[in-house]
């Protein structure tokens, strides 16, 4: 069955940069989206098909996939983007979520 | 807007089978080309998808829990259902309800606790 990778945390500094991986096999044969979820709330949709943004969703939020590894980037980060980060994928006719990674603001 | 409202026991027991429903409103659940899906996260712990069925009727689950889940829509109460049978404390989770359209789910439902316990 496929799998996807993502690291267990990410610290980052207000202001600055924060880069989420989520890898697997050929990933970027496929549309990967990534969904934050802050503690208690459902998760929700902040990248799909790879790069593109839902409404409401700032600028500052972007993702790319090539390769093995998809990336999801957070620019000038807030306190308000501390939460759970989930990539997801189809492979064929199921569905693939990977393991999480934790957003620290320090 | 289309909202997805999860409702169903929050104790099961041992053995027993886990049966919750899924309500749409603002829209049919008939309409579109859409995967309504169910999903379900352990209590500190990540999602993990347990399966969903197409608006054409064909169902499609996680091999791992395939010969456990069925779901089922009703189209008359615009309701999506899921039965779980013989769980066990591992199937403890919040249990989502989704409106996947295709390697994308920009809806979900708020989530329901289910816990499996004697």
């Known amino acids: 069955s496929y799998e996807l990778t993502q690291p267990p945390s990410v610290s980052v500094s207000p202001g600055q940069t924060a880069t989420i991986t989520c890898s697997g096999d050929?990933?970027?044969?496929?549309?990967i989206c990534w969904y934050q979820q802050r503690p208690g709330q459902s998760p929700m949709l902040v990248i799909y098909?790879?790069?593109k943004r839902p409404s409401g969703i700032p600028e500052r939020i972007s993702g790319s996939n090539s390769g093995n590894t998809a990336t999801l980037t957070i620019s000038g980060t807030q306190a308000m983007d501390e939460a759970d980060y989930y990539c997801?994928?189809?492979?064929?006719?199921?569905?693939?979520f990977g393991g999480g990674t934790k957003l620290i603001v320090l | 807007q289309v909202q997805l409202q999860e409702s169903g026991p929050g104790l099961v027991k041992p053995s027993q089978t886990l049966s919750l429903t899924c309500t749409v409103s603002?829209?049919?659940?008939?309409?579109?080309?859409?995967?309504w899906s169910w999903i379900r996260q352990p209590p500190g712990k990540g999602l993990e998808w347990i399966g969903y069925?197409?608006?054409?009727?064909?169902?499609y689950y996680n091999p791992s829990l395939k010969s456990r889940v069925t779901i089922s829509v009703d189209t008359s109460k615009n309701q999506l259902s899921l039965n779980l049978n013989s769980v066990t404390a591992a199937d403890t989770a919040v249990y989502y309800c989704?409106?996947?359209?295709?390697?994308?789910?920009?809806?979900w439902g708020q989530g329901t606790l289910v816990t499996v316990s004697s």
């Open positions: 997801h994928v189809w492979d064929s006719t199921t569905a693939v």
């Open positions: 603002g829209g049919s659940i008939s309409s579109g080309d859409y995967y």
């Open positions: 989704a409106r996947d359209e295709g390697a994308m789910i920009a809806l």
């Open positions: 050929r990933l970027g044969d496929k549309y």
């Open positions: 069925i197409y608006y054409s009727g064909n169902t």
């Open positions: 098909q790879d790069y």
